[in-house]
């Protein structure tokens, strides 16, 4: 099993929508981060959390927000879900004693009709 | 936190060393550097990170200036299975563009 779960891997969704990405941990990590990949394009920070009552903003949060309901779960909530968010997201991890690498999960690809 | 800039793209020759630079020179002075490269639409993985002396695993050597302006990742061996988008990043955790190494036979 992977040590970092994203679900769903895919999905399709219309406008106005309400979509939430879900991040699973089994690293003990106290970090973790979400980002979105545009095509062709870097990475790009949305949300990161040191831990369960931290939540910091990156360089994109608009039009997203976040949920650390444990240390091994932060979620990624659309509220209302536009096509210019159709994307690929990565949940990651990081620790302290890891050297604070990124851990990637696999990725979820949004569609947003 | 220091903001990274590399070359958009680079060749390497199957078998050739890779040279893959990166200019980080508002880094701060106990600001690693980390790299990661990405597999098509894979989650990057990790490569290697440093702060002053220069540094080598299974994977890479990791060359950092006197001054930590900039480094260069070094693939001694390439393979067609290195080509990726590399990236290198400072501890705000924030990728660039990165840079598509294509390894030719």
């Known amino acids: 099993d992977a040590d970092v779960t994203q679900t769903p891997r895919n999905r399709i969704t219309k406008t106005g929508k309400r979509i939430m990405l879900e991040c699973s941990q089994t690293?003990?990590?106290?970090?973790m981060y979400w980002y979105r990949q545009d095509p062709g394009l870097g990475l790009r920070l949305i949300y990161y959390?040191?831990?369960?009552?931290?939540?910091n903003k990156g360089e994109i949060s608009d039009g997203y927000s976040v949920s650390r309901q444990a240390q091994a779960k932060f979620s990624l909530s659309l509220e209302s879900a536009i096509p210019n968010q159709t994307a690929l997201y990565f949940c990651?991890?990081?620790?302290?004693?890891?050297?604070?690498?990124?851990?990637f999960g696999e990725g979820s690809r949004l569609t947003v009709l | 936190d220091a903001k990274t800039t590399q070359p958009p793209s680079m060749d390497c020759a199957e078998g050739r060393a890779a040279n893959l630079p990166c200019n980080h020179s508002?880094?701060?002075?106990?600001?690693?550097v980390y790299w990661y490269r990405q597999i098509h639409s894979q989650g990057p993985q990790y490569i290697i990170h440093?702060?002053?002396n220069n540094e080598t695993n299974e994977m890479a050597s990791l060359i950092i200036t006197e001054d930590r302006k900039s480094s260069t990742l070094i693939l001694p061996h390439a393979t067609l299975r290195d080509t990726a988008v590399y990236y290198c990043?400072?501890?705000?955790?924030?990728f660039g563009a990165g840079t598509r190494l294509t390894v030719k036979p």
């Open positions: 990651a991890t990081s620790d302290l004693h890891s050297g604070r690498e990124l851990f």
């Open positions: 690293k003990g990590h106290d970090r």
């Open positions: 959390s040191f831990d369960v009552k931290d939540i």
């Open positions: 508002t880094i701060s002075g106990n600001e690693y």
């Open positions: 440093g702060l002053k």
């Open positions: 990043i400072g501890r705000d955790m924030r």
